[in-house]
């Protein structure tokens, strides 16, 4: 089968290589892949700006597909069930935090960028079936990480008032749709204008642009502030979103792509009891939970572009460039 | 009666005067104090560092009394009786933040250092037997703040690793008993070797001074990590602490005595999903969860020294030095 590897070749550092197809063995299944979608911790682990690397790892966290094998009688029952895949491998019993074995699903284990995966059988969910199967491949992994940032940390409720920063992101664009499920009022940041529309025509009030100066003022004045802060970029902004929050706001923030804040005001943040809440992806109920909210709100989760197993290597130079609104989707 | 006023005097900012006795009005009690003690908030008033300063004021938040006199019919039962007083004045009905009409007793409203005080009949408690009224007097302000900070945000569990710093303050102190009644494992610094030592025997496992360099790499040798850290400081060690928390803990601050953080690592906080949680004072109902916690417990709380009250503006020059370990108490 193919299957879209990264090497030790420093010069290309993935190729798309034939390698046999796997086996399920006890308590696993194999699934044939009809769509995958990447994530920017693809493209890090291309980039060697990720722990652990080995090579010859087939990648991809994100997928749909059909079960062809198990490797347990008792399993039997999912042969030819569509499926989608959590890509959480050994969380450990703590909800509130993964144990010191957790993996993604795609690195040190082989991945969804190949014709097949194994993966345990507990891993595998019914795709719910008003979505197809390259938006059911687009849900997991942002998914799960906008579900416990926006719901578990975030605590939503009906007609807070909601920013969300880097909307187009995968985690970020279904953060959005998940607030607005949760009939949270939500703005949206972005550096780029047109994506500022487009998440405006899915439902945000308003958003702006963080590159201009007034960024901050212009959302503080037309929200009137902020219950819930939904961030990855850090940097600069993250020390903004302090003034800009309403009593007992919460903060919650899944990654740092612009850097760290220079400083933070303790003053206002203990004053007005705001918790700054770091996050990354999900329990397994909560994979469970988001699923569920997907499928009863008919969510849809957003694509920019499908492409071809075979053109996968431009779809990571577009997850570079960060020009996409929603997720990019290969096609088996 | 005699009461510490704060004045429009700039050379003499506050002063014991000569005013009338009030009246309890309805729904209103008086009480006669027997005790009062002093926080930083009161030598902060002094220093004109505290936000809508009214001349003329009585200061003061924390008291034990004896009641008097009832404005309303209802409440004459709890004439004679030996109360404590909330010091929460209009905290308003979301129990996660005080309300905008939140104030604190001693300002603007005239507080406990004085021979009488009027408050609400809902502000009054009953005082825990096994206190004596200078113990009682330590609690309300001090005991609230820790409450919330340690078991509320804090989420404090048997067997955590809690670090306190700054112990000696009221809060810190108080803070430092709730953990360890809730059977933690409690760590201190302190910028003072002889309050460490206090702390220990009080019952911390261990402490470093925040003045010699390596503290935070003894305390994370020590401790091998921190569940629970309650802060008061803010500052440089503030960015530490994320260094030295386990998986999944909560850094509750309650001031920034050191001024702001330079930077935050929040590649760390997210990855290991840390909450960073501002808090001051505390609710209604966490104030009757102190007493009782107090109460069940037979916590004493630490008092530094009793002084009385023609010696109260000693007691706020103590209070700037902050030698103190524990509460600095007035007997009228």
């Known amino acids: 089968m193919k299957a879209l590897q990264i090497t030790d070749n420093p010069k290309e550092k993935i190729k798309i290589n034939e390698i046999p197809i796997p ?18 911790r693809d493209q890090w682990i291309r980039e060697d700006k990720y722990p652990n690397i080995k090579p010859y790892t087939t990648l991809g966290s994100d997928g749909c597909g059909i079960v062809e094998q198990v490797g347990s009688e008792a399993d039997k029952d999912w042969i030819g069930k569509k499926v989608i895949i959590n890509p959480n491998i050994g969380w450990g019993s703590n909800p509130k935090v993964q144990s010191p074995h957790y993996q993604i699903l795609g690195m040190p284990t ?11 059988t507990d891993r595998i969910h019914l795709k719910p079936e008003h979505l197809t199967d390259e938006q059911a491949s687009a849900l997991p992994l942002g998914g799960l990480t906008a579900y416990r940032a926006v719901f578990n940390y975030g605590e939503i409720s009906e007609g807070d008032n909601v920013l969300i920063s880097g909307v187009g992101g995968g985690v970020a664009t279904l953060a959005l749709q998940f607030a607005l499920v949760a009939k949270a009022n939500v703005y949206i940041t972005s550096g780029d204008n047109d ?22 003022k212009d959302l503080l004045e037309k929200s009137k502030g902020f219950h819930l802060v939904i961030d990855s970029a850090g940097g600069k902004g993250f ?20 850097g760290l804040p220079t400083t933070l005001d303790l003053y206002r943040a203990f004053y007005y009891q705001i918790k700054i809440q770091g996050s990354t992806m999900g329990n397994d109920q909560e994979f469970v939970d988001m699923v569920r909210l997907v499928d ?7 694509i920019d572009n499908v492409k071809p197993f075979s053109d996968i290597i431009n779809a990571f130079d ?10 990019i989707v290969i096609k088996f």
Chains 1, 2 share one sequence.
């Open 239 to 258: 020390s903004d979103f302090i003034r800009m929050m309403k009593p007992a706001g919460r903060i919650i923030f899944y990654g740092a792509t612009q």
């Open 110 to 120: 082989n991945g969804t960028f190949a014709e097949y995966v194994v993966v345990k």
């Open 318 to 327: 577009e997850i570079k460039s960060g020009k996409q609104f929603g997720k």
């Open 296 to 302: 009863t709100n008919k969510i849809l989760p957003i």
């Open 23 to 40: 086996n399920a063995s006890e308590n696993e299944v194999l699934v044939r892949l009809t769509a995958a979608a990447l994530n920017r």
């Open 195 to 216: 994506k500022i529309q487009q998440a405006i025509q899915i439902g945000a009030i308003a958003g702006a642009n963080y590159k201009e100066s007034n960024w901050n």
